[in-house]
């Protein structure tokens, strides 16, 4: 018999009548001269009605409840509401400088780029993986619209749906994750940082108990809610001029998100000119991997070194100027969602 939740009644005939008029199905009922307990079932949730039970009152979250309704033992029945409802939309200027680590999902440090996070609209995370060896992780996929990681520092193995093999990330490296696509970290050679950056905030995380990587079909070009796999090494793509004295190192996640997001690697040195910009979309943030750089935008100016991050509200004009020879910045944009 499969698992169930345990529910006292003290009217079992008119409570299996209210829960099957909300879409659940009958399974079990016994004794049949007198019954005392009754299984039904919907939507994956087994509830086992029991008139000699002791639990205590609880509440049953149904999907499309025909009406709010209440069980003889005082057990209320609810329409289940989406767990991670839409976000809002409320950009500021964020000019991050170190902050604090939190241990976030399979023991991973996590420092928040964005502590508002736009209002709930996009998450920035700085991630960090100390002590070499496999990680905790788990076959799992995300709802989300946009997601993408980006290797800071060190190495990481990870393995993806329909991408054959595990492979390993290195610093310089990009992944974009399609919504849904199932995947797993594997390992790292310790020191691992990574700049993860996903939309919306806030989305669920679904483990796979069943699901197996790495598949044994590969699909390449697999269409993940209109979204594919992509992969840049750093040593495979090439620097070209980004105007004003920069260069930079394109990704494929704009091709490959159909126009949502854009990722890039900039360039300068001591001699290049302002590199400007502007925004209407849902994120504009730079990121310093190396040097420092200094950043102008409504007349202010922020002095920005190694790890130091900015993130740039909607329709306003940012200058960025070199300062040292070695300077690179990540540069991640992500238009705005349609209403």
Not at 93 to 122: C, N, S, T
Not at 243 to 269: C, F, K, M, N, P
Request: contains cysteine.
């Amino acid at each position: 018999m499969s698992s169930a939740v345990e529910l006292p009644s003290s009217d079992l005939t008119a409570d299996i009548s209210v829960l099957e008029k909300n879409g659940f199905r009958l399974d079990v009922i016994f004794p049949a001269d007198a019954p005392r307990v009754a299984e039904l079932s919907a939507d994956g949730i087994r509830l086992r009605l029991d008139t000699t039970s002791t639990a205590s009152a609880s509440t049953v979250l149904v999907n499309g409840l025909a009406e709010a309704s209440t069980l003889s033992a005082g057990v209320e029945l609810r329409e289940r509401e989406e767990v991670f409802p839409p976000s809002g939309f409320s950009d500021e200027f964020v000019h991050m400088q170190g902050g604090e680590w939190g241990v976030g999902r399979a023991g991973m440090h996590y420092r928040d780029l964005i502590p508002k996070r736009h209002g709930g609209r996009v998450i920035a995370s700085h991630i960090r993986i100390s002590e070499p060896g496999p990680v905790p992780d788990y076959v799992h996929h995300h709802d989300i619209r946009f997601q993408m990681i980006y290797c800071r520092r060190g190495r990481v193995e990870v393995v993806y749906e329909d991408q054959g093999d595990s492979f390993w990330m290195t610093e310089g490296d990009c992944v974009l994750q399609p919504p849904n696509i199932r995947h797993r970290v594997l390992a790292s050679d310790g020191g691992l940082e990574v700049v993860e950056i996903a939309s919306p905030a806030e989305h669920p995380t679904y483990i796979e108990h069943e699901f197996e990587l790495p598949t044994a079909t590969i699909d390449t070009e697999r269409n993940f809610g209109g979204q594919r796999f992509s992969f840049d090494r750093a040593d495979d793509t090439e620097w070209t001029n980004a105007g004003s004295g920069w260069q930079q190192r394109a990704t494929g996640i704009e091709e490959a998100t159909g126009g949502i997001a854009s990722v890039r690697v900039l360039r300068g040195s001591g001699e290049s000119e302002p590199l400007s910009g502007t925004h209407d979309g849902d994120l504009c943030l730079l990121f310093v991997l190396t040097g420092s750089a200094t950043i102008t935008r409504s007349g202010v100016t922020h002095d920005l070194g190694i790890d130091d991050s900015i993130a740039v509200p909607r329709d306003e004009a940012w200058s960025l100027v070199a300062v040292t020879d070695d300077v690179t910045v990540l540069h991640v944009a992500i238009t705005a969602e349609e209403a």
